[in-house]
């Protein structure tokens, strides 16, 4: 069995699971978003009235943090009256950030373990080694009332990354790069384990935007097998015991896929959809009006230091902006101390509260008809990010922030300070 | 749960994903009635006006991909789309769709075979999907425990019985 089978078979109290079977898992996390009070509503109209295990659920606000208009207020009131009512006490209010990164941040994401948020992005956690996949609100309002869920055993994909990365291109270049040549529904129904010798390149950080993209390519889920760099980040991080599994040696992938990275060039994402993607040199000119760095995908302290390493000393561009969201507290914190805000600040950045922003187009750095973003986020469908007539590129920190210093997309890689590279 | 299900089909493309089916700024809203003021907004903000009850969205591939907001499954059943023909799904759309009720069948290549605004026609149980000139494809089955949420209505139903029985049993003990 794959490692990801024997967590889940654990999880059902069985022994041996097979591809397709149908699971009744128990759940460690689950987390709710404030964009979900459909959640509560669910659990109600279920006949629940206790939530089953309240120390397993986290409450995220950090879809509206804070609330910008008179609805989100209401809702995000529901949310906290209801975690106080029913002992739930990690509420995770407007001041934590992006509900991926706050359990990171915690130390509660490690292996062998069921993450599951009404988030799509919940794949991310597949770089502790833990088992996370987004649902919905009603799914989630199951897990409330019942502490378990039911989950299907996937078929799983191996896609390796082989090779060093050259200067300037990071794990977002090589996951669009997967994307762009699999295809946005490659991997639907399916997990898909990253492996290969570019991994002991790859932080924790850059770990992370990998699995939390692999949503891009439909993943239930994904994962990284636990080694020495998830070791280091899991002893400094996680307190709570935990178990890793091993893959069995004769088993047998759904699909295998090979990348080498040796020679890749930094890519984008273009409008208007993740999967259509190039070198960054196809767009070289293309006027920004906006560069956004920030998201679970690409708003964490190390993606936040390659645009300050960028843009130190310098300034954005004329007519062009640069919204820059820390993923967390955390990372906000990190980057304050490290001294990236005052840098991107001098430089012409805009910050605003960590949280998902307009990264989903609700609000805080939305884009007009007409206007080009470039953006460190994860998705660029019409509309995303405000105006269907807006155009979005998905790219790295580094092809942010160097668009955000000329006005129009560029090869970022002249502009890597060599200690970011 | 209804069958048979007959009605108008709105063809849309591949990689429809729920920014289209339901965007993000109007998730905010909570009442039924206000989210199905937006199915399909931002795909074809005409949409909403001309659907009716019973008819069928027809789609290529991975429909619903995107974010996990059930608000486009919840718009869709608003506003009395029958069912969903697609190539395929993508997976936190299909589970919130059958979670609420609303069938979903996949049917590979069934994109190319259906014009926008015919009268077109589904059985649930054996998959036949066909037009006013006789059947176009068979679609993929549903799978027992698919079938089972759809027809008790949703899984809501489902996880209530289940709560009053364990219930029942706490009680009794």
Same mark, same amino acid.
């Given at each position: 069995?794959?490692?990801?089978?024997?967590?889940?078979?654990?999880?059902?109290?069985?022994?041996?699971?097979?591809?397709?079977?149908?699971?009744?898992?128990?759940?460690?996390?689950?987390?709710?978003?404030?964009?979900?009070?459909?959640?509560?509503?669910?659990?109600?109209?279920?006949?629940?009235?206790?939530?089953?295990?309240?120390?397993?659920?986290?409450?995220?606000?950090?879809?509206?943090?804070?609330?910008?208009?008179?609805?989100?207020?209401?809702?995000?009131?529901?949310?906290?009256?209801?975690?106080?009512?029913?002992?739930?006490?990690?509420?995770?209010?407007?001041?934590?950030?992006?509900?991926?990164?706050?359990?990171?941040?915690?130390?509660?994401?490690?292996?062998?373990?069921?993450?599951?948020?009404?988030?799509?992005?919940?794949?991310?956690?597949?770089?502790?080694?833990?088992?996370?996949?987004?649902?919905?609100?009603?799914?989630?309002?199951?897990?409330?009332?019942?502490?378990?869920?039911?989950?299907?055993?996937?078929?799983?994909?191996?896609?390796?990354?082989?090779?060093?990365?050259?200067?300037?291109?990071?794990?977002?270049?090589?996951?669009?790069?997967?994307?762009?040549?699999?295809?946005?529904?490659?991997?639907?129904?399916?997990?898909?384990?990253?492996?290969?010798?570019?991994?002991?390149?790859?932080?924790?950080?850059?770990?992370?935007?990998?699995?939390?993209?692999?949503?891009?390519?439909?993943?239930?889920?994904?994962?990284?097998?636990?080694?020495?760099?998830?070791?280091?980040?899991?002893?400094?991080?996680?307190?709570?015991?935990?178990?890793?599994?091993?893959?069995?040696?004769?088993?047998?992938?759904?699909?295998?896929?090979?990348?080498?990275?040796?020679?890749?060039?930094?890519?984008?994402?273009?409008?208007?959809?993740?999967?259509?993607?190039?070198?960054?040199?196809?767009?070289?000119?293309?006027?920004?009006?906006?560069?956004?760095?920030?998201?679970?995908?690409?708003?964490?302290?190390?993606?936040?230091?390659?645009?300050?390493?960028?843009?130190?000393?310098?300034?954005?561009?004329?007519?062009?902006?640069?919204?820059?969201?820390?993923?967390?507290?955390?990372?906000?914190?990190?980057?304050?101390?490290?001294?990236?805000?005052?840098?991107?600040?001098?430089?012409?950045?805009?910050?605003?509260?960590?949280?998902?922003?307009?990264?989903?187009?609700?609000?805080?750095?939305?884009?007009?008809?007409?206007?080009?973003?470039?953006?460190?986020?994860?998705?660029?469908?019409?509309?995303?990010?405000?105006?269907?007539?807006?155009?979005?590129?998905?790219?790295?920190?580094?092809?942010?922030?160097?668009?955000?210093?000329?006005?129009?997309?560029?090869?970022?890689?002249?502009?890597?300070?060599?200690?970011?590279? | 749960?209804?069958?048979?299900?007959?009605?108008?089909?709105?063809?849309?493309?591949?990689?429809?994903?729920?920014?289209?089916?339901?965007?993000?700024?109007?998730?905010?809203?909570?009442?039924?009635?206000?989210?199905?003021?937006?199915?399909?907004?931002?795909?074809?903000?005409?949409?909403?006006?001309?659907?009716?009850?019973?008819?069928?969205?027809?789609?290529?591939?991975?429909?619903?991909? +995107?974010?996990?907001?059930?608000? !486009?499954?919840?718009? $869709? =059943?608003?506003?009395?789309? /029958?069912?969903? &023909?697609?190539?395929?799904?993508?997976?936190?759309?299909?589970?919130?769709?059958?979670?609420? +009720?609303?069938?979903?069948?996949? !049917?590979?290549?069934? $994109? =190319?075979?259906?014009?926008? /605004?015919?009268? &077109?026609?589904?059985?649930?149980?054996?998959?036949?999907?066909?037009?006013?000139?006789?059947?176009?494809?068979?679609?993929?089955?549903?799978?027992?425990?698919?079938?089972?949420?759809?027809?008790?209505?949703? &899984?809501?139903?489902?996880?209530?019985?289940?709560?009053?029985?364990?219930?029942?049993?706490?009680?009794?003990?």
């Amino acid at each position: 069995m794959h490692a990801i089978e024997k967590l889940l078979a654990k999880k059902a109290g069985k022994t041996h699971v097979t591809t397709g079977e149908i699971l009744n898992c128990e759940i460690d996390l689950a987390g709710i978003n404030d964009l979900y009070l459909q959640t509560l509503r669910s659990f109600y109209e279920m006949g629940a009235t206790k939530v089953h295990s309240p120390s397993k659920v986290m409450m995220f606000l950090d879809h509206y943090a804070p609330a910008s208009s008179i609805l989100q207020a209401q809702n995000q009131k529901e949310f906290r009256e209801f975690c106080w009512d029913q002992g739930i006490e990690m509420l995770m209010d407007i001041d934590q950030g992006v509900c991926h990164q706050v359990v990171a941040d915690k130390g509660l994401a490690h292996p062998g373990e069921i993450i599951i948020i009404t988030d799509s992005h919940t794949t991310t956690h597949g770089a502790f080694g833990a088992f996370g996949t987004g649902v919905g609100a009603t799914d989630l309002a199951i897990i409330l009332a019942t502490g378990k869920l039911w989950l299907r055993v996937p078929e799983i994909i191996k896609i390796t990354f082989e090779g060093k990365p050259p200067h300037g291109v990071y794990a977002k270049d090589m996951i669009l790069h997967a994307i762009g040549e699999l295809g946005a529904d490659f991997a639907v129904y399916k997990a898909v384990e990253f492996s290969g010798s570019t991994l002991q390149y790859l932080s924790i950080s850059e770990r992370m935007a990998l699995c939390n993209m692999s949503t891009e390519m439909g993943a239930k889920t994904s994962y990284i097998q636990p080694d020495a760099i998830t070791m280091a980040y899991l002893n400094e991080k996680v307190t709570r015991p935990y178990e890793i599994y091993q893959t069995d040696e004769d088993f047998s992938y759904a699909a295998e896929i090979s990348f080498d990275v040796t020679h890749l060039s930094p890519k984008l994402a273009a409008p208007s959809s993740v999967d259509n993607v190039y070198d960054v040199t196809k767009f070289i000119g293309t006027p920004i009006d906006q560069a956004y760095l920030g998201s679970c995908t690409g708003g964490r302290a190390e993606d936040i230091g390659i645009a300050a390493g960028i843009l130190k000393g310098k300034h954005i561009a004329p007519r062009t902006r640069f919204v820059i969201v820390p993923a967390s507290k955390g990372v906000f914190l990190e980057a304050m101390s490290k001294g990236y805000v005052q840098s991107l600040v001098e430089a012409g950045a805009t910050f605003v509260t960590p949280g998902c922003a307009a990264c989903l187009g609700t609000h805080e750095g939305m884009i007009a008809s007409g206007e080009t973003c470039i953006t460190t986020t994860n998705r660029n469908f019409p509309g995303r990010m405000g105006h269907t007539e807006a155009r979005i590129f998905l790219g790295s920190p580094a092809a942010v922030a160097a668009a955000a210093l000329e006005g129009k997309i560029v090869d970022p890689t002249a502009y890597i300070v060599k200690e970011n590279g | 749960m209804k069958t048979f299900i007959k009605g108008r089909a709105f063809v849309f493309g591949n990689n429809i994903d729920t920014d289209q089916i339901y965007p993000g700024r109007f998730v905010e809203y909570t009442n039924v009635e206000d989210v199905a003021k937006y199915a399909m907004f931002g795909a074809d903000p005409e949409f909403v006006k001309d659907v009716q009850a019973g008819d069928i969205i027809v789609a290529g591939t991975n429909f619903g991909c +995107g974010s996990s907001r059930e608000h !486009a499954a919840i718009t $869709l =059943k608003a506003v009395g789309v /029958g069912a969903i &023909i697609a190539e395929s799904f993508a997976r936190i759309f299909y589970r919130n769709a059958i979670n609420l +009720g609303l069938p979903l069948i996949v !049917a590979p290549r069934i $994109l =190319k075979l259906i014009e926008p /605004g015919e009268n &077109i026609s589904l059985d649930l149980s054996s998959g036949i999907i066909g037009n006013e000139k006789g059947i176009i494809k068979t679609a993929e089955p549903l799978s027992e425990y698919v079938l089972k949420i759809l027809e008790s209505g949703g &899984i809501k139903p489902l996880i209530r019985e289940q709560l009053l029985l364990e219930q029942g049993l706490h009680h009794g003990a």
